[in-house]
């Protein structure tokens, strides 16, 4: 049972051409612990461009992606058109698609069964608001939210689930190592009765919400926190550091 450490940097909508250019620069220099695996979310408009000068140890996602291959469905990116850009990976089920743009539980299940269907990794983001954790319903929350996905998909090994307490996104309020623990810990127990022992084991479950340079390590020692999933601090070069957590 060894679950290779993955972190993930979401550039959320950030970046112009020149200040990609500046994380490029700080990726390349790293160095990255080659142990971890490290994807970047890139905005749809600058995937093509971060793919050619990423160095080849990262790997651009899309923050998003619709349930089918193409059609009338204007302002979409399909998985099928990042294929052909030669993207491997999408984020889908951020909170911020959640709770700003309205995507409900079944709307984001149907697009992690259509990316893998098509061939892509998928970051499924899942997480509990601040009122639903002080109403004690937590787990509740993020079962129901990876239950819609286990619902409509069989095959978990391209899946990484990032556990994103919405509280802790954006707000510099991170989730101690035991909080984030306690919530991985239920979900891989969850997913051993709902799923499987083996996606159980196997499936890596990553932290994000407010994740930094000085937090990373104590979290990274968490028996079930198998990397994380970065916004802010994915634009600056502290990202180097949180890469290199376990070291
Ligand atoms: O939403 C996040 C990553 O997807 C977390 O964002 P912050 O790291 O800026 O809190």
């Given at each position: 049972m060894s679950r290779k450490f993955w972190v993930g940097g979401n550039w959320k909508m950030n970046g112009t051409k020149k200040e990609i250019e500046g994380i490029v620069d700080f990726l390349k220099k790293g160095?990255?612990?080659?142990n971890v695996e490290v994807v970047v979310g890139v905005p749809a408009v600058y995937l093509d461009y971060s793919k050619g000068v990423l160095p080849p140890n990262v790997a651009p996602a899309a923050q998003n992606a619709y349930k089918?291959?193409?059609?009338?469905?204007?302002?979409e990116t399909s998985p099928a058109m990042l294929v052909d850009l030669g993207i491997d990976w999408v984020i889908l089920g951020h909170s911020e698609r959640r709770n700003?743009?309205?995507?409900?539980d079944s709307l984001i299940a149907e697009k992690v069964a259509h990316a893998l269907e098509t061939g892509l990794n998928v970051v499924a983001c899942i997480g509990e608001k601040l009122e639903e954790r002080e109403a004690g319903q937590t787990e509740a929350v993020v079962y129901q939210q990876t239950q819609a996905i286990a619902d409509k998909i069989?095959?978990?090994?391209k899946v990484v689930l990032a556990y994103e307490p919405v509280w802790a996104i954006g707000t510099g309020k991170t989730a101690s190592p035991q909080q984030a623990q306690e919530v991985h810990a239920q979900l891989r127990k969850w997913l051993k009765e709902k799923v499987s022992e083996k996606v159980s084991n196997e499936l890596r479950i990553v932290y994000g919400g407010s994740v930094t340079a000085a937090n990373c390590k104590e979290l990274a020692k968490?028996?079930?926190?198998?990397?994380f999933l970065v916004g802010g601090a994915s634009l600056k070069p502290e990202f180097v550091d949180i890469i290199n957590a376990k070291q």
């Amino acid at each position: 049972m060894s679950r290779k450490f993955w972190v993930g940097g979401n550039w959320k909508m950030n970046g112009t051409k020149k200040e990609i250019e500046g994380i490029v620069d700080f990726l390349k220099k790293g160095p990255l612990d080659p142990n971890v695996e490290v994807v970047v979310g890139v905005p749809a408009v600058y995937l093509d461009y971060s793919k050619g000068v990423l160095p080849p140890n990262v790997a651009p996602a899309a923050q998003n992606a619709y349930k089918v291959p193409k059609g009338a469905f204007t302002g979409e990116t399909s998985p099928a058109m990042l294929v052909d850009l030669g993207i491997d990976w999408v984020i889908l089920g951020h909170s911020e698609r959640r709770n700003v743009f309205g995507e409900p539980d079944s709307l984001i299940a149907e697009k992690v069964a259509h990316a893998l269907e098509t061939g892509l990794n998928v970051v499924a983001c899942i997480g509990e608001k601040l009122e639903e954790r002080e109403a004690g319903q937590t787990e509740a929350v993020v079962y129901q939210q990876t239950q819609a996905i286990a619902d409509k998909i069989k095959d978990w090994s391209k899946v990484v689930l990032a556990y994103e307490p919405v509280w802790a996104i954006g707000t510099g309020k991170t989730a101690s190592p035991q909080q984030a623990q306690e919530v991985h810990a239920q979900l891989r127990k969850w997913l051993k009765e709902k799923v499987s022992e083996k996606v159980s084991n196997e499936l890596r479950i990553v932290y994000g919400g407010s994740v930094t340079a000085a937090n990373c390590k104590e979290l990274a020692k968490e028996a079930d926190i198998d990397g994380f999933l970065v916004g802010g601090a994915s634009l600056k070069p502290e990202f180097v550091d949180i890469i290199n957590a376990k070291q």
